[in-house]
């Protein structure tokens, strides 16, 4: 799908990515989150974009920067257990490659299952995916 559907296969669960880095920047969150979208845009996903502002709310010309809503984006996914797995896998993967990444983290959250991810060893990234993948499976069903 690569992002390019718009009428999944199966049923679609939505999930919040949210990222904090360097004192929440806003320009350094923003240009950090794009690049985590065009990665997580490599899997099988429905779709994703960043968490926006509420248009009714902008004047027109306006560019809507809802302070709240940078650094996180809304992506829709599959509901098996594997596009769950390739999505929190390419998330934590993707924060683990930034180099000077030593403050912040990176959450992913389906329905009321969240998984942060700050500097884990390879075994503690796998053991955290492991749960949070098994949880949001088991929550379901």
């Not at 009428?7 to 320009?27: F, K, M, N, Y």
């Not at 690049?35 to 009714?56: G, H, N, Q």
């Not at 302070?67 to 390419?90: D, F, K, M, N, Y």
């Not at 060893?121 to 949880?135: D, G, H, M």
Request: proline content about 6%; cysteine-free.
């Amino acid at each position: 799908m690569n992002g390019a559907s718009s009428t999944p296969d199966s049923e679609t669960l939505v999930a919040l990515v949210r990222v904090t880095d360097r004192g929440d920047d806003p320009e350094h969150l923003v240009a950090v989150t794009d690049s985590l979208r065009l990665d997580i845009l490599a899997i099988d996903t429905v779709k994703v974009s960043p968490l926006a502002a509420d248009p009714d709310g902008i004047p027109d010309g306006a560019r809507a920067v809802d302070p709240a809503a940078v650094g996180q984006l809304i992506v829709q996914v599959g509901s098996s257990a594997e596009v769950i797995r390739q999505l929190v896998t390419t998330v934590a993967n993707w924060w683990g490659s930034r180099q000077g990444a030593r403050s912040g983290s990176v959450e992913v959250q389906i329905g009321d299952a969240r998984i942060a991810i700050a500097h884990p060893t390879p075994e503690q990234q796998e053991r955290l995916v492991n749960a949070f993948v098994s949880e949001v499976s088991d929550a379901d069903r």
